[in-house]
């Protein structure tokens, strides 16, 4: 796998300034373009009729009856009248079409005017101009995919020939770029009026795709997190006043607007690049000409000097607002070699983690197929088109190939000019305009559609032939634009996303109406909005990237709960269950409610408030732990055990007798005996997602083959079936227990799953009502809402929404008059700052009443989801910071914004109503129960003299990098030292990130506490920061469980010392001493938070006192010191409470005498203080201990260190690649620098 480190960076600029300035000059003179160029190679005009001579009528007619995908090449006179055409308007194209946004554009060139209709301030692009556009036009217009060719028979290509021919342009498989060269040229004014208008709304059209794809970028290759579309009214980046803004991260696609997968190169935006889609037609004459998937091909994208992050660059932002480094595809070097994620806030690479992209990848083997060029051409199948017309294989196979040598399957870098070494160092900067005309002249100009008789070039003549009528032009240029990206022409024939879609409007409207003048369309008047079902879907597609990266969003076990793009619930599949469920119905009229045309703009306000609730309810139940059937969630907390029953109900339930009212009692699903079920398992809750044991999953079975279900105990991992062990209904067995919940919602009870079944499964059918699944049996069978596999990505959400519609929407409290629809238009109406609806619509879901005690017949006799904070807060922030509706200021009792870094969208910040906290008392250093070591004598150590460091208090500072509002983050990045050395510099319900070479001393009398309920340390250091600590404390968050729903439940860790950005000069370093204390938060129902976490190579802890205890948890105990991936942990002295890990390949090291017994490391440090500690290690991880002089040790008694190694079941991690035995006078010059810097600090 490629490592982001600065060796590989300075190795690949040599071999660029080589292989693209020195070699070139030698070998081969650039390759030109322009088809009106001949060499000696070629054959004369006489033996070769020029393409530019006007064609014979007859010729015409035979071309108008070839295939759809050719009309023939376009004349030199009609290319040049359309030159002609737009040179007489040159400046307004150049200032309006090739431009670039002005935080992605790499000129400094002002615009002498500016016509974005959108407001957004450009400036000129670098990589796309005018002139490139036309030279390359000419090419595919006049000349066609066979100009300038080469033919291994007639025209073989040799390394002395730069140049082909035109030999085949003539033949009637060649294709053209469309400039009406099918209409008579000879035909006067007529042609004037009508080719020249065909040929440059064609050209208009593909310019249109092309500014929004490529050039608003200022971009050759596909970006990490390539955004999809703004609002340009806002103040973004992408609005109105943003002359000088840097990039947003949170308009980028990324989970919580800071995490990019790694293997997001291998696709995004619901497609797979590799992994063509079925409906994807990629044969020619019944031949597949996708390019195959080599896993071993290794290479990355061109960097972006603006976009991509870059080591050492600076900003004046921070590093809290860094966009990911370039695109790189790989094979595994080794076991558990995965590419991880970027974090944008902290501007580090997290990688050795299996973090899926929403494609469901977590490598990059053989993911090289992004986007390239002006187009952003991507995926298999269309570079392996491009390669069959355009190069090796075209030649191989005896074609004409433009470029023979060149085989972009297997290096389809070189359309962007980078790693085409191999070809003698020349660079084809035409590639990227060339590859974008070939998409265009293959998907678009040749598109024709049987079903729904829509062709393309008829249409575009339709269109001019009525005038370019502004309706008309606005159908055009949506279905060009569904053609060009998704393949099909109609906006419902697929649920992919049509990135900037009002952006291609806009820029084709400017260009023909406000540039060239055509038609009088522009002054047609702008109809109102239509506020359908059509108009919510398209709405919510300009919001993919933050409902992806926000709300379909889970938890990462081994990622201390880092959010990840959910696996089990994805956009596409709920957008395909939302169409099913609100435009077709869920059986017997029954609608999920999403808008009311009739109320206009309030009805739409409405279904977007009644989605809100739905998915705020989604995310608690089963999103955030990407699990489509129901878990293990109630235990024993004294003993750590699952009863094996809880399948049969939790919190007091009995799924099997929650029967439906009398009135609908035939709707009940009758609980077999005989049945046997047992639970999927979710992909991310097995290895390498997650590691540690875990309850079995759900299960039903007869008595007859298990009469006592028992136990599972987690202390042990342990599963006992010969226990009468009940659950909290007292069920022992799991006899006829198969209704446990599933789908989004986790729908549970015979009820519900009979009603599900009666509407929309086989009983429907059976009664020959309409019926979305008449083959599956959702009572004989209920798992086949997560097991069906065809069917399954939709079902799982069509299931919730059918129980919403049931339950929620057709809510009515006739003792109360209370009326759910009526209630909802009262929220929206009241300003939607009224959180007493959503309290009593959660209320609803999780209980059949909307105020407590329930006096309905549908009530559930269950408390888990009564307080539900989590729901409320998800439910507010999706109206605000992703809906973007006017919420009026939010009542008393609603909490704030939820706190953190982004890393968790919702995080309950405040108790319910009528459960009031019960926080443990804060540890001070005054407080904290643990004695510190003193040294019985007086022994000389290794520890450094701290000099006393003197430093205003900081005042916190918000950081802004992701959609949440946050409110408990410091950072410091400003290369100065901060101390904390008293109550007024201390910090409470606040974590602190320490990076760029920052540096925090804590001294006797300070403290940081982190908030309760956050998966964040409370002290983070990372990119070459320090922290040196002679007293005071930091202590890990609380995991207070009065605010727990779900699996809110762990402590946080106390101190962080990361690599943030996979260089050994950048790893942090930290140095403690008599009197600091490091506590990881306390968990009465989770697992403990770690003490102090060292981590990444080159990161580093010295150890010289102190006291480090990890988190009491009743799942688990957190560790001392947990030090992973190379880091290293000198210790000379110090207490440790807890457990010490060690794994992939970090070491720890104590000094004094020592021995080991399996797990346990005893002995005595030279101040006399004693050690007895246990220690695991994996991975790698090693122990050493090592003897001193000033000390006489009885099992070591000399120098030489003891070590024991810990056998690793995979290679070492390879972090830097190439030849390692010289340094270059850089490298040296920066390790000097480093070193110096490092030891005046120790001084």
């Known amino acids: 796998m490629m490592r982001y480190n600065r060796r590989l960076l300075i190795s690949l600029a040599a071999i660029e300034i080589f292989a693209f300035a020195i070699i070139p000059l030698f070998i081969l003179p650039p390759l030109a373009s322009s088809s009106s160029t001949t060499t000696d190679n070629e054959a004369s005009p006489q033996e070769y009729p020029s393409p530019f001579e006007e064609t014979k009528k007859g010729d015409q007619q035979q071309q108008q009856q070839n295939s759809r995908r050719t009309q023939g090449i376009a004349p030199l006179n009609i290319f040049l009248l359309l030159k002609d055409h737009f040179n007489l308007h040159r400046p307004q194209l150049e200032n309006f079409v090739f431009q670039s946004l002005r935080p992605f554009s790499t000129t400094n060139t002002d615009n002498v005017i500016n016509y974005s209709t959108a407001g957004k301030p450009t400036l000129p692009s670098r990589m796309y101009t005018y002139d490139d556009f036309f030279n390359t036009l000419q090419t595919m217009a006049v000349d066609g995919t066979f100009g300038n060719s080469f033919h291994r028979e007639t025209n073989p290509w040799r390394p002395d020939k730069v140049m082909g021919n035109n030999e085949y342009v003539k033949d009637e498989s060649n294709t053209a770029f469309y400039l009406s060269q099918d209409l008579n040229s000879n035909s006067g004014a007529d ?19 092309v500014m929004v794809e490529s050039i608003q970028f200022d971009a050759c290759d596909e970006w990490n997190g390539m955004m999809t579309g703004f609002d340009p009214t806002t103040d973004g980046w992408g609005g109105v006043n943003n002359d000088e803004k840097p990039i947003k991260l949170n308009e980028l696609s990324a989970v919580n607007g800071r995490y990019f997968p790694a293997s997001n190169a291998c696709g995004q935006n619901g497609r797979l690049y590799q992994e063509e889609e079925e409906d994807v037609d990629c044969t020619i004459n019944d031949v597949d000409v996708s390019c195959p998937v080599d896993p071993l091909m290794d290479m ?24 990911p480094p370039e695109f790189a595809c790989g094979k595994k070097d080794y076991e558990g070699d995965y590419p991880g994620y970027w974090d944008g806030y902290t501007a580090e690479f997290v990688q050795d983690v299996a973090y899926p992209g929403a494609n469901g990848r977590i490598d990059v083997e053989g993911c090289c197929f992004w986007g390239r060029g002006a187009l952003q051409t991507k995926g298999t199948c269309a570079l392996g088109k491009f390669n069959y017309y355009f190069g090796k294989r075209a030649y191989d196979e005896d074609r004409p190939a433009r470029y023979p040598t060149v085989d972009f399957c297997k290096i389809p870098s070189v359309l962007c000019n980078t790693n085409v070494a191999q070809y003698g160092g020349v660079v084809y900067p035409e590639l990227r305009w060339i590859l974008a005309f070939h998409q265009w002249i293959e998907d678009v100009q040749s598109y024709s559609n049987d079903d729904t008789k829509w062709e393309y070039l008829p249409q575009l003549k339709l269109l001019v032939g009525k005038g370019l009528l502004k309706s008309d032009v606005r159908v055009f240029i949506d279905k ?42 522009r002054f047609e008047p702008e109809p109102p909005p239509f506020y359908n079902y059509e108009y919510a879907e398209k709405w919510l597609h300009l919001k993919r990237p933050k409902i992806e990266g926000n709300i379909l969003t889970s938890k990462h076990h081994e990622l201390g709960r880092v959010q990840y793009y959910s696996q089990a619930y994805r956009f596409l599949p709920f957008i395909s269950a939302l169409r099913t469920t609100a435009k077709y119905g869920a059986g017997d009229g029954r609608y999920f409610f999403v808008t009311d045309p009739g109320e206009g703009l309030r009805g739409f306000n409405a279904g977007l408030v009644n989605l809100a609730a739905f998915l705020a309810n989604a995310m608690a139940e089963s999103i955030d732990h990407d699990s489509c059937e129901e878990f293990h969630w109630e235990k024993d907390i004294a003993t750590g055990r699952y009863a094996i029953s809880n399948s049969c109900g939790q919190n007091g339930r009995n799924y099997g007798t929650e029967s439906c009212p009398p009135w609908q009692s035939f709707m ?77 919602l986790h729908t549970r009870g015979t009820c519900n799953f009979g009603k599900f079944n009666f509407h929309v499964g086989s009983q429907a059918a059976a009664q020959n009502r309409p019926s979305l699944y008449p083959d599956l049996d959702f009572c004989s069978d209920p798992g086949l809402i997560c097991s069906d596999k065809e069917r399954t990505m939709d079902i799982r959400w069509v299931v919730g929404m059918f129980e919403w519609i049931d339950r929620v929407q057709d809510y009515y409290d006739s003792a109360l008059d209370w009326n759910y629809m009526r209630e909802l238009y009262k929220y929206v109406d009241g300003g939607m700052s009224d959180d007493s609806f959503i309290d009593k619509v959660n209320l609803i879901l999780a209980r059949g009443c909307h105020l407590y005690p329930c006096s309905s017949y549908f009530a559930v006799e269950s408390d888990r989801f009564l307080y539900s904070l989590e729901k409320r807060t998800n439910f507010r922030n999706i109206l605000k910071l992703l809906f973007e509706l006017p919420l009026s200021e939010a009542s008393p009792n609603t909490p704030a914004a939820p706190p953190g870094s982004g890393s968790s969208f919702v995080q309950p ?103 309760l309920n956050t998966n964040w340390p409370a002290v983070r250091l990372s990119i070459g920061s320090m922290f040196a600590g002679t007293g005071g404390a930091i202590n890990g968050s609380y995991a207070d469980p009065s605010f727990l729903e779900g699996e809110y439940e762990d402590g946080g860790d106390g101190l962080h010392i990361n690599n943030g950005q996979s260089s050994d000069v950048t790893g ?86 020592f021995k080991r017994d399996r797990l346990q490391v005893s002995g005595t440090f030279p101040d006399e203080t004693y050690l007895d500690v246990s220690i695991r290690t994996s991975y790698g991880g090693e122990i050493t201990l090592t003897a001193v002089s000033e000390q006489e040790c009885d099992t070591a008694p000399s120098m030489s260190p003891t070590n024991f190694p810990t056998v690793s079941p995979r290679p070492t991690p390879k972090y830097n690649h190439g030849d390692r035995k010289t340094l270059s006078f850089v490298e040296i010059s920066l390790s000097l620098a480093s070193m110096l810097l490092f030891g005046l600090f120790w001084i």
């Not at 042609?191 to 795709?209: D, K, P, Q, S």
């Not at 599972?712 to 909290?728: H, V």
Request: with cysteine; glycine share 10%; net charge negative.
């Open 1068 to 1153: 942090s370093k930290g140095s403690f001493f008599d009197g600091v204390v490091i506590v990881g938060g306390d968990a009465p129902i989770g697992v403990g938070g770690n003490a102090l976490y060292v981590n990444g190579f080159g990161s580093e802890a010295k150890i010289y006192g102190g006291s480090f205890v990890g988190g009491k948890g009743a799942k688990d105990n957190g560790y001392s010191i947990l030090v992973q991936n190379s880091a290293k942990v000198h210790v000379y002295s110090g207490s440790f409470d807890g457990e010490i890990k060690v794994d992939r390949s970090a070491e720890i090291i104590f000094y004094g005498c």
């Open 909 to 1011: 910040s405040e108790p319910a109503v009528n459960r009031p906290p019960t926080k443990p008392p804060t540890v001070r250093p005054t407080a904290v129960q643990v004695q510190t070591p003193s040294p019985v004598k007086s022994v000389t150590t290794n520890a450094p003299t701290i000099l006393p460091v003197t430093a205003e208090p900081t005042t916190p500072r918000v950081p802004t990098g992701s959609p949440i509002e946050l409110s408990d983050i410091t950072q410091w990045n400003d290369g100065e030292t901060h101390v904390i050395n008293s109550k007024e510099t201390s910090f409470l319900d606040e974590s602190i990130v320490v990076t760029r070479g920052t540096t925090f001393l804590l001294e006797p009398g300070g403290y940081v506490e982190a908030p």
């Open 191 to 209: 042609f004037e009026e009508e080719g020249m208008t065909l040929a440059i709304v064609n050209t208009c059209a593909f310019l249109a795709n």
């Open 300 to 323: 990355r994208a061109t960097v972006h000097p603006k976009y991509n992050y870059i080591p050492g660059k600076t900003v004046s932002e921070g590093f809290r607002n860094q966009p």
């Open 480 to 521: 060009v634009s569904s053609v060009l990206t998704r393949g099909c022409d109609e906006y419902f024939c697929s649920p992919h996303t049509i990135n900037f879609l009002e952006q291609r409007r806009k820029n084709f409207e400017t260009l023909i109406y406000d540039i060239f003048k055509l038609g009088n369309g």
């Open 668 to 744: 009940t699903c009758p609980a077999a005996t005989d049945a046997e079920l047992q639970a999927s398992i979710p992909e991310t809750s097995e290895p390498p997602f997650r590691l540690g044991p875990k309850p079995p999953p759900f299960q039903c079975m007869p008595k007859s083959n298990l009469p006592s279900s028992g136990f599972w105990e987690e202390p042990t991992n342990t599963l006992d079936n010969n226990t009468n062990y009940p659950n909290s209904y007292g069920r022992t067995d799991i006899e006829g227990c198969s209704f446990w919940g599933r789908g989004v």
